[in-house]
């Protein structure tokens, strides 16, 4: 039998299971789409291929503190290879989270910058932590 739990023979849920919503709340869902759009899914893609790697956040932040080299950001983030350092790098240009200028003359140099998505990204990634820091560790503290 492929049942729901709760629901009778008769394919219907009980009557203490059926939730009424008030009409102000049945007009709101008229207006919400009943899915996530595949245009809405592939930005939250985009987000998470960023957000949810801990070096390009990591790679992210530093930029936002001033380290503009690479040598200098392989040398801030502890356990950070060359090669990931690189890649993340690749992928905050690509979003247009991260500019590059190069410098001419011997020996090139390259320096990184955030674009202002980038800083606006960075300020909020700094928002989260410093939440994280007051109510990460399970003890919420009283708001006066």
């Known amino acids: 039998m492929n049942r729901e739990i709760g629901q009778e023979s008769g394919g219907s849920p009980p009557e203490s299971a059926r939730v009424t919503s008030p009409?102000?709340?049945?007009?709101?869902?008229?207006?919400?789409?009943?899915?996530?759009?595949?245009?809405?899914?592939?930005?939250?893609?985009?987000?998470?291929?960023?957000?949810?790697?801990?070096?390009?956040?990591?790679?992210?932040?530093?930029?936002?503190?001033?380290?503009?080299?690479?040598?200098?950001?392989?040398?801030?983030?502890?356990?950070?290879?060359?090669?990931?350092?690189?890649?993340?790098?690749?992928?905050?240009?690509?979003?247009?989270?991260?500019?590059?200028?190069?410098?001419?003359g011997l020996p090139a140099r390259v320096e990184y910058e955030l674009s202002e998505k980038g800083r606006k990204l960075a300020g909020i990634i700094e928002q989260l932590r410093e939440l994280d820091g007051r109510y990460g560790s399970g003890e919420e503290e009283e708001v006066p």
């Open 23 to 104: 009409p102000a709340a049945r007009e709101d869902a008229a207006v919400k789409p009943a899915y996530l759009s595949l245009e809405d899914r592939n930005r939250y893609r985009s987000l998470e291929d960023v957000v949810g790697c801990k070096w390009s956040v990591a790679v992210l932040a530093a930029i936002a503190r001033g380290v503009k080299r690479p040598g200098e950001l392989e040398r801030f983030i502890p356990g950070i290879s060359a090669k990931v350092l690189a890649e993340r790098l690749k992928k905050l240009l690509d979003y247009g989270l991260a500019e590059r200028t190069e410098f001419p």
